[in-house]
């Protein structure tokens, strides 16, 4: 069975990461699995946590009151969930919840944040890689935003 | 001497694909043999010859018609059927203009003038042994939907086939039961997306790049066809490019404005292309620089 270090490894988030610092990165992990439906955070609770997902598909969806929840994204096998835990007040600004079973290495992110205040090259380098993250979500808005199908 | 050059240029046009046997600026009459809405404001014509319904039409997965709405206007719509299946065509029309909302109201046994086709096609034969990656946004599954028919059939000849979809909203998604047998029946990675959904749906939600996340293919050795709107081609483009796709292997189908289908009005001029005859279909290697000028 492989071990928590080698799922880390080849995760594309952990792609070429340092050894070392990925043995750091192992220290903070967990394994977690989520069932059909089950809430992985709401929206305004704090955000311990980010998700390596492994398998399954989690929803991201914010609730726009009278308009009812507005599912805004899905996130599948290979990607990143929740960048909360690295920007102050870390808390979670969606709803995330599992379309089916879903399985998700678990960082935590006060044992990260601290590891990267440690060590401040794993900190840019883990920086680095979020803003990757954060550029393609923020571009990815801004087509939603376009809405290039709409009726005319 | 404009006689002389309109026989040179039937000419010119037989010779490149094949297709055209009559003069292609007169239309020929064909009936609509049925007609149904895909979704809220997409729908489909069924066309066959008026009077000569064994008829059969040719077209390469790609090309397009000039449907004459008789009174009305000319409007180009590309072929949505299978290639190889004769005695009728199908063209899948988003109502957005006067002369969409004219053949929208068409009935059983109406008649319409039809020219065509036109234009160029997907590159489907020297794709053989590479991986298939379409990407697709919107009203832009019609386009392709010959081409997936093509390696559908020839599955075999084909390496890892990936159709990515994208849609406005789940009730916004074309052909729903054909994509679900698909699925079912082939040897294909389909994925579909929508761009805003309510909790009722279980499928993916962002936008249709994101689904380039999940497909598992050899970029060295992968054709990338793209059809939808064009800003969502080109965002899919650079999306290609980075997962490391070569531009010479990415085709793009693009719109303009086109009248005469021939290359003599300059209505669809792209730079130094004519859209309908030297496109739709484009290599992007071929419209890489003024891609990204919008005013082209």
């Known amino acids: 069975m492989e071990d928590l270090s080698g799922i880390l490894r080849n995760h594309p988030f952990m792609k070429d990461l340092d050894e070392n610092y990925l043995k750091q990165i192992t220290g903070c992990a967990s394994n977690v699995v989520y069932q059909e439906d089950e809430v992985l955070f709401k929206e305004g609770d704090k955000a311990e946590k980010f998700y390596l997902i492994r398998s399954g598909k989690v929803a991201l969806e914010i609730n726009g009151r009278d308009k009812g929840n507005l599912r805004i994204l899905t996130i599948g096998p290979g990607q990143i969930l929740g960048w909360s835990w690295i920007v102050s007040p870390y808390k979670w600004h969606f709803e995330a919840h599992a379309l089916e079973e879903v399985r998700a290495i678990a960082l935590d992110g006060e044992c990260l944040r601290n590891k990267c205040e440690d060590d401040p090259k794993l900190g840019y380098e883990m920086l680095k890689r979020f803003a990757h993250i954060l550029e393609q979500r923020l571009q990815s808005t801004r087509m939603q935003l376009l809405d290039v199908f709409k009726r005319v | 001497m404009f006689l002389n050059v309109c026989k040179h240029f039937t000419k010119m046009t037989e010779n490149k694909s094949g297709l055209i046997k009559s003069d292609p600026m007169i239309p020929e009459s064909v009936k609509v043999k049925k007609i149904f809405w895909e979704t809220e404001d997409v729908f489909t014509i069924e066309l066959v010859y008026d009077g000569e319904e064994k008829r059969n039409f040719n077209f390469k997965p790609g090309q397009f018609n000039m449907l004459y709405a008789f009174g009305v206007g000319e409007s180009a719509i590309s072929i949505s059927s299978d290639s190889t299946k004769k005695g009728s065509l199908l063209h899948t029309i988003h109502k957005v203009g006067y002369v969409t909302s004219e053949l929208s109201k068409l009935k059983k046994g109406d008649i319409i003038g039809l ?11 020297d794709a053989k042994g590479k991986d298939i990656c379409i990407i697709v946004g919107g009203i832009g599954l019609a386009p392709l939907r010959p081409a997936i028919y093509h390696i559908l059939k020839h599955r075999k000849q084909y390496g890892k086939f990936t159709l990515l979809y994208g849609a406005r909203t789940p009730r916004d998604i074309l052909y729903p039961v054909e994509l679900e047998s698909w699925k079912k029946k082939y040897d294909i990675q389909l994925e579909i997306t929508v761009d805003r959904s309510d909790s009722t749906w279980r499928g993916h939600v962002g936008v249709v790049t994101t689904l380039l996340n999940y497909v598992d293919c050899n970029p060295d050795n992968t054709r990338a066809m793209v059809c939808g709107p064009e800003i969502m081609m080109k965002y899919a483009v650079d999306e290609l490019i980075k997962h490391g ?18 290359g003599f009005c300059g209505h669809c001029q792209y730079g130094p292309s004519f859209v309908c005859k030297d496109g739709p279909v484009f290599s992007f290697s071929k419209v890489t620089d003024i891609f990204e000028i919008k005013e082209l």
């Open chain 2, 245 to 262: 796709v070569a531009e010479k292997e990415i085709y793009v189908s693009l719109e303009r404005n086109m009248k005469c289908a021939l």
């Open chain 2, 115 to 125: 020219r065509g086709p036109f234009g160029s096609s997907w590159p489907l034969e």
